[in-house]
């Protein structure tokens, strides 16, 4: 059974700090991964997707890495600003034919002015 | 162009009660999915439906959880004689279909259930 976690659980970090953020999960049998925000009382916005072939993507401040070998994502934000304070989530699409996300616990970040 | 929508944002039912919750998918998708997303259990799926093929249930948690997708657009997640542990935020996806390049999911703002 796949299983995601996320380090560290919280971040807090002043404005223009580069940061990352550690997704790990325990079988590299998948098709894809995706990092997510969620804001408080919203659905979730979807930020990246790594095909399970690929290595980065980036968008933006943003830049998501996938080494499957290892069981482990990260993502990066170049520096932050006090509008990045959300929830991130990792997300990954097992392969075998299984449509469904598997979430990872989520790292709150706030980013302070 | 136009995200998931979901319906109503809000819902506060009595122990007991039936419930609708409702996903419009994004025009074009041919997957849809719902999700939950409780206090105690993160986010975990429910069910999936790609185009006219026969659902997968495998993540509904009791048989008074069901869902229906008509005519391969718009769904309705229905829960039976709802119990105070199926309160959560209930989060519906559509994604352009199964392939490689088709399977990002994009999520709709949720609805929160509150079971008194």
């Known amino acids: 059974k796949q299983e995601v976690t996320q380090i560290p659980a919280a971040l807090s970090v002043p404005e223009g700090e580069n940061l990352v953020l550690n997704c790990s999960f325990t079988?590299?049998?998948?098709?894809?991964l995706q990092w997510f925000r969620q804001d408080p009382g919203k659905g979730l916005t979807s930020l990246l997707l790594?095909?399970?072939?690929?290595r980065e993507q980036t968008s933006g401040r943003l830049n998501a890495s996938l080494d499957k070998s290892s069981g482990r994502s990260t993502l990066y934000i170049a520096a932050s600003q006090p509008g990045d304070s959300a929830t991130y989530l990792c997300?990954?699409?097992?392969?075998?034919?299984?449509?469904?996300?598997?979430f990872g616990t989520g790292t709150r970040l706030l980013v302070s002015p | 162009g136009a995200g998931v929508s979901q319906s109503p944002s809000n819902k506060v039912t009595e122990k007991g009660k039936d419930v609708e919750l409702r996903c419009d998918p994004i025009?074009?998708?041919?997957?849809l999915y719902w999700y939950r997303q409780s206090l105690g259990q993160g986010l975990e799926f429910l069910i999936y439906?790609?185009?006219?093929?026969?659902?997968?249930k495998s993540g509904l948690p009791s048989d008074r959880f069901s869902a229906e997708r008509t005519g391969g657009s718009v769904s309705t997640l229905t829960i039976q004689r709802t119990q105070q542990e199926d309160s959560a935020v209930y989060l519906c996806?559509?994604?352009?279909?199964?392939?490689?390049?088709?399977?990002?999911?994009?999520f709709g703002p949720g609805t929160r259930l509150t079971v008194l």
């Open positions: 079988d590299s049998a998948i098709y894809n």
């Open positions: 439906f790609q185009g006219n093929s026969a659902p997968d």
């Open positions: 996806a559509s994604s352009l279909g199964s392939g490689l390049a088709e399977n990002e999911q994009f």
């Open positions: 025009s074009g998708h041919t997957a």
């Open positions: 997300a990954l699409l097992g392969a075998g034919g299984f449509q469904k996300l598997v």
């Open positions: 790594i095909q399970s072939s690929q």
